[in-house]
C-alpha cells in the first residue's frame, strides 16, 4: 500500500502559480490594492501584448481608454472591487494601441484580519462575441423593419381612400366658401375643413412614428394606451364589411415591451384577422388582467386553422396565404416579441369557427397615473414660434391636467416666467428666430434652478449636439412626437 503525503504548502502554491502563469486563454494576474500590476501570466501577455517585464510594477489603469481614464473609471472600478466581485465589460487597450472588449472580474483578496491586500483580476477577449451579438441585432432590426414596411404596404388601399375622403371635404368646402355668403354657414364649413385636416394630420404622425427607423428598446407600456393610440390605423387596415370592436379592461398594470414593436404585432393580428375573414365579419380586440398577467386577444370570427397549421403558425415564412400575399413573417414576429418581453403567445382554432391570437404579458406593479393631483396644479410654459404647434402642444399638456401658459418667443418665454415664478416646467423648441430654446433654457434655469427643461426639435439629435454642445444639459424630445413620449419625458424630469 503506498501512502501519498500532501505536499508542503509552499510546494502548493508553487505548483499553482505555475499552473496560473501558463494559462493562455484568461489573463490572470494579481493588483496590489492601490492597483499596480504584481503577477503575469500568458494569456494576459497574449491579449494585452506585455511580457512581465514591461508591466508588472504599472499601474493598471493603462489598460484603460484614454476617455475611461479620463473620467476616473480606473479608480471607480478599484473602489467598487473592494466592496465586493466586480464584474464588467468594455473597451480595453493593448500595448500596440488597438482595442478589444475585454469581460473583466475582480475580485477582493484579503488578509486572515480581513485587511485587504490586493486584487484578483481575470480577462476575457470576448470582441468575436460581441461582434457577433451585434451582427445579430442589426439583422433583428432589419427583419424588423422589412415587416413594418411589409405591414405599412398592407394598409395603403384603406388610406388612400381615408386621405381621398378627407381631402374630398376640404375641396368642396373651399368650393362652398366661394359662393356662400351667410357667416353661420361659413363657420359651419370651416370647423369641418378643420375637422378634416386634423385626421389626417393625426393619421399622418401615427403612420410615421410607427414606421419610422429607430432602435428596439423594452419600456414601461400600458397597453390600454397603446392600443387606443393606434386604433385609428387599425380600422384603416380593415375592410367597411368588417367590424372592429374593442374591449378594453378598465384597468390594466403596465408591462415592459417595446412600442413600436408592439404596435406592428398588432397591426399584424388584426391584418392576419382581416385576411381569415371572406365577406362580413367581426375582429374583436380584448385586454384583460389574469393573475400575474396582461392578456390582449385578437379574436376573428373567419375560417379558422386546423391544428397543423397552427402548430406551424409563428414559424418563419411560413404562410397559408397566395404567393404575393404575405410573407409568412407576421407570427414569428409577435412570437419573437413576446420572448423578449418574458411572455408566451397561444393560438386556439377550429376551423370554421374562426381564431384567437392571445399574447400574455408580464404585469408590472402599479405605478403613480400620469395625472396625478400634484401634477394636475403645476403650470408649464409652452414656447413655439409656430402657431399652429404651439396650439396644439397647448392642448396636449391641458389633456393632463397641466395649468397651460404659452410664448411665441424666448423674451416673451422669460417675461412669462418673471410674472409667474410658480412655472414648474419649460417646454420650448430649440431653433426659433432670436434666441435659441437652449439659450432661453440656460437663462430659465439661472433664474428659477428648480425649473424642469424638456426641449423639442425636428433636427436630428447629433447634428444639433454639434451646433449646440449645452444641449445635454436638458432633456431633448424629438419632433414629430406622440402623447405617450410627452409622457415618458415628463417622468423622466421628474424622477
Known sequence: MTTTLPLPITAEAEQFKLFISSVSDYAIYMLSPDGIVCSWNAGAQRFKGYS?????????SCFYTEEDRAAGRPAQVLHQAAQARFED????????????????VIDPVRASDGALIGFAKITRDVTERRRADESLAQAKEALFQSQKLEAIGKLTGGIA?????????????????????????QNKTI??????????????????????????????????????SFEAVLRRAIRSSIRLEMQLAAVLPDVMTDLTQFESALLNLVVNARDAIDANGTITLTTAVDG??????????????????????VEP????????????????????????????????????????????????AYAPQEADSDEAVEKVLIVDDQPDVLDMASHLFSSLGYQVLAANNGQEALDTLRRHPDVSILFSDVVMPGMSG??????????????????????????????????????????????????????????
Not at 493593448?94 to 475585454?102: C, S, Y
Not at 409568412?328 to 381564431?355: K, R
Open 52 to 60: 512581465e517585464t514591461e508591466i508588472v510594477g504599472r499601474h493598471f
Open 161 to 185: 381612400h381615408d386621405f381621398n375622403n378627407l381631402l374630398n371635404v376640404i375641396t368642396n368646402g373651399l368650393d362652398l366658401l366661394r359662393v356662400v355668403n351667410d357667416r353661420q354657414a
Open 292 to 313: 400575474a398577467s396582461v392578456v390582449v386577444s385578437v379574436r376573428d370570427t373567419g375560417a379558422g386553422m386546423t391544428e397543423a397549421v397552427a402548430q406551424r403558425a
Open 438 to 495: 437652449i439659450e432661453l433654457a440656460k437663462s430659465a434655469v439661472s433664474y428659477l434652478p428648480s425649473l424642469k427643461v424638456i426641449l423639442a426639435s425636428g433636427y436630428v439629435t447629433s447634428a444639433l449636439q454639434q451646433d449646440h454642445p449645452d444641449l445635454g444639459q436638458f432633456q431633448l424630445i424629438g419632433k414629430p412626437y406622440r402623447l405617450s413620449d410627452v409622457i415618458r419625458k415628463l417622468k423622466l424630469v421628474s424622477a
Open 89 to 104: 465589460e468594455g473597451w480595453r487597450v493593448r500595448k500596440d494601441g488597438t482595442r478589444f472588449w475585454a469581460s473583466v
Open 191 to 228: 370647423d369641418s375643413m378643420e375637422r378634416a385636416a386634423k385626421r389626417g394630420a393625426s393619421l399622418t404622425q401615427q403612420l410615421l412614428a410607427f414606421a419610422r427607423q429607430q432602435p428596439l428598446k423594452p419600456e414601461r407600456v400600458n397597453l390600454n394606451r397603446a392600443i387606443s
Open 317 to 364: 415564412f411560413f404562410t397559408t396565404k397566395e404567393v404575393g400575399k404575405g410573407s409568412g413573417l407576421g407570427l414569428s414576429q409577435v412570437y419573437g416579441l413576446m420572448q423578449q418581453a418574458g411572455g408566451n403567445l397561444a393560438i386556439t382554432s377550429t376551423p370554421g369557427a374562426g381564431a384567437c391570437i392571445t399574447l400574455r404579458f408580464p404585469a408590472l
